[in-house]
């Protein structure tokens, strides 16, 4: 069974940090696949082995070939990337990369040092490079970041949490990026700006105006929904929740509950 070649990774390069994240995110990847493919058409060969008296020396002999290549194809795959096994008490330099014997990925050294703790439990001194996701696999992930991820059909179980932030200062950019959720409590009247905001984000702020504070709202350049297509008048005492979100080029506004 034909292997994709694994490219060789020259650690004196310049481009050397991208290469080893292309490596374990594309090429790695699919040698494991390829392995994996491997792995079944050795186990393949054995059974026919077994079943066919007569055929049992050619596929033992296929069979041991194969695993034979597949073993020199990973020995080969951990050389052109530099990676060896993590040893306790070692000195790693930075940036430096091994395999994980308790949970088998790949780590990259964030801190030059050494340590006990094996690098699947110390995420201080070891970032994750690869992890095994497949379209059926089930992978638990812990504090990460999806970045502009597509997903279909997804159920979240235990629900999510909405981040919350707190603004300041009487000329915040307000961006959707800080939190989905966002308190302010005024100081004095303020005229906000519009941050970062791309189309389908939204904001809910809730606004404690202190002691009667208003805000301009024309730097948003905002089309309000309610209160007749003007902006809300602040509650005096207590919170005011307004909803801000932004469909095409423009960023809609709305006073939640009663005045």
């Not at 490219?7 to 994240?21: G, H, Q």
């Not at 069979?63 to 290549?69: G, I, K, N, R, V």
């Not at 300041?168 to 961006?175: Q, V």
Request: no cysteine; glycine share 6%; charged share 15%.
């Amino acid at each position: 069974m034909p292997m994709t070649p694994l490219p060789t990774l020259d650690r004196t390069s310049a481009t050397f940090k991208t290469d080893v994240d292309d490596f374990f995110a594309t090429d790695l990847p699919l040698f494991v696949t390829e392995a994996n493919a491997l792995e079944t058409a050795v186990d393949a060969d054995k059974t026919a082995a077994a079943n066919s008296a007569s055929s049992a020396s050619t596929s033992a002999s296929e069979a041991s070939a194969s695993a034979t290549t597949a073993s020199a194809a990973a020995t080969s795959a951990i050389a052109a990337s530099n990676i060896t096994v993590w040893v306790s008490g070692t000195t790693y330099a930075l940036y430096d990369m091994v395999i994980s014997p308790a949970d088998y990925q790949s780590y990259r050294r964030k801190v030059a040092g050494a340590g006990t703790t094996d690098p699947s439990a110390d995420s201080t001194n070891w970032e994750i490079v690869s992890t095994n996701v497949t379209a059926t696999s089930t992978t638990t992930f812990t504090n990460k970041t999806l970045t502009s991820p597509t997903m279909s059909g997804a159920i979240l179980n235990d629900g999510y949490t909405e981040e919350v932030f707190a603004i300041s200062g009487t000329t915040p950019a307000l961006s959707p990026s800080d939190g989905s959720i966002q308190t302010w409590t005024l100081t004095a009247s303020s005229t906000p700006t519009a941050g970062t905001w791309n189309a389908g984000q939204s904001i809910v702020l809730m606004i404690d105006d202190g002691t009667d504070y208003t805000i301009t709202w024309t730097s948003l350049s905002v089309t309000w929904k309610t209160d007749g297509g003007s902006a809300p008048t602040l509650n005096t005492t207590g919170e005011t929740a307004i909803s801000l979100w932004k469909v095409g080029t423009t960023i809609y506004g709305a006073r939640v509950g009663d005045a």
